[in-house]
C-alpha cells in the first residue's frame, strides 16, 4: 500500500487544525476591527465631553470593581477548591457541587433579589424599623446600590470560575511533590503555600482573569445599581446618547484594559511552567480535619453557598410566589427549549475553537500562533451589545452585497441570509466567551509535559490523532469544565441576544428583562427561577464528574532545574 495518500491525508488535517484555529482568531477580530473603525472615523465631541465629567469615574469605578472582584474571587475560589480537595470535613461531598451552584445565577438577578431584601423599603430595614421604632433617619444601614454592593454581588456569582478551575488543577496534581515537601520537614500549610498552590497558579490566574474581565464588561448589575463604568458609559452612549463613535471609542478603552490585563499576568507568570512531578500519578491523601479546623471549614466553605445561592433562591421563590406568571405555559416551554439549543451550541463550537487555537500555539508556537490566542481573549471585556453591533455592520453590508449582486445577474433577492440568523447569534457568543473556554483548557493543557507530545510524534501519531488519543482522554476535567463556563455564560447573556436574536425568538434572560424593565420584579422572578435551575445541570454534573478520577495519567518525566 503507498504511503503517499496517508501522507496527504496528514498534511490535509494539519492544514485544517491550523488554518481553522486562524478562521476562529479572525472571527473574534471582526467585531473589535468594526468598532475600531467606527471610533476612528467618528467625532471626539462626545468623547471631550465625558472626558470634562465622568470619564475619571468611569476609570476609578471600574477599577475599583475590577480589584475587589479579583481579590474576593481569588481568596473565595482558592480556599474553596482546596478545602474540598485536600481535606476531609463534614460535608465535604455536598459541598463539592454547592460551591459551583452560584455559577448557574445571572449577578444582576442576584442584584434584584439582594436589592428587594435589604433596601429601605426591604423585609431586613422594614423589620429593623418595626421592631425597633426608629425612623428612617435614625439609624445607619449599609447601602447596597453602592459599588460595594455591586462588588458582592458579583463575587458571589464569579468566585465559582476559579473554584472549579483551582478544583481541576489540584485534582490533576500528583502528590508526589508535595509529599517531597513534607519529608524535607514542610507542615501541610505551608506545603500547600511553597507546593501546591503555585503549581495551580496557571488555573487561578486564568479564573481570576475570567472574573475581571466579566466585570469590566458587566451592565446589568452596575447599571442597577446605579454605579457608572466603563460598560454603562458604552450602553449611555450607543443607546441613551445614540453616540456610537463615542460608545466605539470607550469600548476601545475596555479592550485596551483587558490586554493589559493579559499581558500583565503572562508577565508575572514568566516561563515558568509546572508539569506533574513523578512517572506516575500519585493522589494525595486527604487530610482529615478535627476541631475548631473543622467547623472552621464548614462555616468558610458554606458562606458563600449560603448567601450565593440559598438565600437568592428563597428570595426569588417569594418574589415568584406574588406574581402572575405561570411556569407550565407553552411559551415558557418555548423560553426554555430556545434557551438551552443556543447555549448548548454555542458551548460545543467555542470549545472546538479554543482546542485549535490552543492545539496550534501548543504545536506551532510562533508569532502567528500567539497572535491568535491573544486576539481570541480580548472579546471577554467587551460587552456584548458592542460585539453585536460589531457583528450587524459587515455582516448586514455582505448580506446588502450578495443581494445587489444576485438581484442584477440573475434577479433573485436573497433578501437577509445572515443578518437576524441564529449562526450569528452563536458568532457573537463565540466571541464573547472563547477567552472563558481557552483559560479553562490551557489550565489542564499546562500540566501535560511536552515530552508527551514528542513521544506521541516519535511513535508516528500526527497530530489530529494525538489531539484525539492522548491530549483529549487527559483534560477531560478541563474540557468539562471550559463547556461548563460557556453555557451557563450563553444562558445569561442578555445584551447581545436581545439585540441578534431572530424575530419572535425569546430566551429565559429576555423574558425575565422584559418584565424587569416593565417594573415587574416580582415576575421578572420567575424566568430568573427558570434559568437558574436549567443551569444548575450543567453545573452538577461537572462537579460530579470532576470528582472521578482516572486511576492512572500521562505525565512526562521531572521537570529540569530550568523549568
Known amino acids: 500500500m503507498s504511503l503517499r495518500p496517508i501522507a496527504m491525508a496528514e498534511r490535509?488535517?494539519?492544514?485544517?487544525?491550523?488554518?481553522?484555529?486562524?478562521?476562529?482568531?479572525?472571527?473574534?477580530?471582526?467585531?473589535?476591527?468594526?468598532?475600531?473603525?467606527?471610533?476612528?472615523?467618528?467625532?471626539?465631541?462626545?468623547?471631550?465631553?465625558?472626558?470634562?465629567?465622568?470619564?475619571?469615574?468611569?476609570?476609578?469605578?471600574?477599577?475599583?470593581?475590577?480589584?475587589?472582584?479579583?481579590?474576593?474571587?481569588?481568596?473565595?475560589?482558592?480556599?474553596?477548591?482546596?478545602?474540598?480537595?485536600?481535606?476531609?470535613?463534614?460535608?465535604?461531598?455536598?459541598?463539592?457541587?454547592?460551591?459551583?451552584?452560584?455559577?448557574?445565577?445571572?449577578?444582576?438577578?442576584?442584584?434584584?433579589?439582594?436589592?428587594?431584601?435589604?433596601?429601605?423599603?426591604?423585609?431586613?430595614?422594614?423589620?429593623?424599623?418595626?421592631?425597633?421604632?426608629?425612623?428612617?433617619?435614625?439609624?445607619?444601614?449599609?447601602?447596597?446600590?453602592?459599588?460595594?454592593?455591586?462588588?458582592?454581588?458579583?463575587?458571589?456569582?464569579?468566585?465559582?470560575?476559579?473554584y472549579l478551575l483551582a478544583r481541576a488543577a489540584f485534582l490533576q496534581q500528583s502528590a508526589t511533590a508535595f509529599l517531597a515537601a513534607?519529608?524535607?520537614?514542610?507542615?501541610?500549610?505551608?506545603?500547600?503555600l511553597r507546593v501546591s498552590l503555585p503549581m495551580a497558579r496557571p488555573a487561578i490566574a486564568g479564573g481570576v482573569l475570567l472574573a475581571v474581565m466579566e466585570t469590566i464588561?458587566?451592565?446589568?448589575?452596575?447599571?442597577?445599581?446605579?454605579?457608572?463604568?466603563?460598560?454603562?458609559?458604552?450602553?449611555?452612549?450607543?443607546?441613551?446618547?445614540?453616540?456610537?463613535?463615542?460608545?466605539?471609542?470607550?469600548?476601545?478603552?475596555?479592550?485596551?484594559?483587558?490586554?493589559?490585563?493579559?499581558i500583565l499576568e503572562r508577565m508575572q507568570r514568566g516561563e515558568a511552567r509546572h508539569h506533574a512531578a513523578g512517572k506516575r500519578f500519585e493522589r494525595l491523601p486527604p487530610i482529615p480535619l478535627a476541631g475548631a479546623a473543622k467547623w472552621g471549614a464548614v462555616m468558610l466553605c458554606?458562606?458563600?453557598?449560603?448567601?450565593?445561592?440559598?438565600?437568592?433562591?428563597?428570595?426569588?421563590?417569594?418574589?415568584?410566589?406574588?406574581?402572575?406568571?405561570?411556569?407550565?405555559?407553552r411559551r415558557y416551554w418555548e423560553f426554555t427549549r430556545n434557551t438551552v439549543v443556543l447555549a448548548g451550541t454555542a458551548a460545543v463550537l467555542t470549545m472546538l475553537g479554543a482546542i485549535l487555537i490552543s492545539f496550534r500555539l501548543r504545536l506551532w508556537p510562533g508569532p502567528t500562533s500567539r497572535w491568535a490566542a491573544h486576539v481570541a481573549r480580548i472579546g471577554y471585556a467587551v460587552p456584548g451589545g458592542v460585539i453585536a453591533v460589531g457583528l450587524l455592520v459587515p455582516f448586514a453590508a455582505l448580506d446588502n452585497a450578495i443581494d445587489s449582486f444576485l438581484r442584477e445577474s440573475v434577479g433573485i433577492s436573497t433578501g437577509l441570509l445572515f443578518t437576524g440568523s441564529i449562526w450569528l447569534l452563536v458568532a457573537a457568543y463565540l466571541v464573547r466567551f472563547m477567552a472563558a473556554a481557552l483559560n479553562a483548557y490551557d489550565s489542564g493543557l499546562g500540566t501535560i509535559h511536552p515530552n508527551v507530545d514528542a513521544v506521541s510524534r516519535t511513535l508516528g501519531k500526527p497530530p489530529l490523532e494525538m489531539l484525539r488519543r492522548v491530549h483529549l482522554p487527559v483534560l477531560r476535567p478541563s474540557v468539562l469544565t471550559a463547556l461548563l463556563i460557556v453555557f451557563v455564560d450563553t444562558m445569561k447573556e442578555l445584551p447581545a441576544t436581545l439585540i441578534m436574536r431572530p424575530f419572535n425568538f425569546d430566551t429565559l434572560a429576555v423574558q425575565a428583562h422584559r418584565l424587569a424593565a416593565d417594573e415587574r420584579l416580582d415576575g421578572a422572578a420567575v424566568p430568573s427561577l427558570v434559568l437558574v435551575a436549567v443551569g444548575l445541570l450543567p453545573v452538577i454534573l461537572v462537579c460530579r464528574g470532576l470528582g472521578r478520577r482516572q486511576d492512572s495519567r500521562v505525565f512526562g518525566p521531572p521537570p529540569t532545574p530550568a523549568e
Not at 492544514?15 to 476591527?33: D, E, K, Q, S, T
Not at 454603562?232 to 452612549?237: A, D, L, R
Not at 445561592?309 to 410566589?321: E, K
Open 12 to 162: 490535509s488535517a494539519t492544514g485544517l487544525l491550523r488554518g481553522g484555529a486562524l478562521f476562529v482568531a479572525a472571527l473574534c477580530l471582526l467585531p473589535m476591527l468594526a468598532v475600531a473603525i467606527a471610533a476612528v472615523l467618528g467625532s471626539t465631541e462626545t468623547l471631550r465631553h465625558l472626558a470634562d465629567t465622568v470619564l475619571w469615574t468611569y476609570t476609578g469605578t471600574t477599577i475599583q470593581l475590577a480589584v475587589s472582584v479579583a481579590l474576593g474571587t481569588a481568596a473565595i475560589g482558592t480556599g474553596a477548591a482546596w478545602l474540598v480537595t485536600m481535606t476531609r470535613f463534614p460535608g465535604v461531598r455536598a459541598f463539592e457541587i454547592a460551591l459551583a451552584l452560584p455559577m448557574a445565577f445571572p449577578a444582576y438577578v442576584m442584584g434584584y433579589a439582594y436589592t428587594s431584601f435589604l433596601d429601605h423599603p426591604g423585609a431586613v430595614q422594614s423589620t429593623l424599623r418595626a421592631v425597633t421604632g426608629w425612623g428612617p433617619r435614625d439609624y445607619w444601614f449599609p447601602e447596597i446600590r453602592s459599588v460595594e454592593g455591586a462588588a458582592l454581588m458579583l463575587i458571589l456569582v464569579l468566585y465559582p470560575y476559579v
Open 217 to 262: 464588561a458587566d451592565y446589568g448589575t452596575t447599571s442597577h445599581f446605579a454605579v457608572q463604568t466603563f460598560a454603562t458609559g458604552i450602553y449611555t452612549s450607543w443607546f441613551t446618547m445614540a453616540d456610537r463613535a463615542a460608545a466605539a471609542q470607550l469600548a476601545l478603552c475596555l479592550l485596551f484594559f483587558a490586554l493589559l490585563l493579559a
Open 302 to 329: 458554606g458562606l458563600p453557598v449560603l448567601f450565593g445561592f440559598v438565600l437568592p433562591v428563597i428570595l426569588l421563590v417569594g418574589m415568584g410566589l406574588d406574581s402572575e406568571q405561570s411556569l407550565f405555559t
Open 182 to 192: 513534607r519529608a524535607l520537614g514542610r507542615g501541610p500549610w505551608t506545603a500547600f
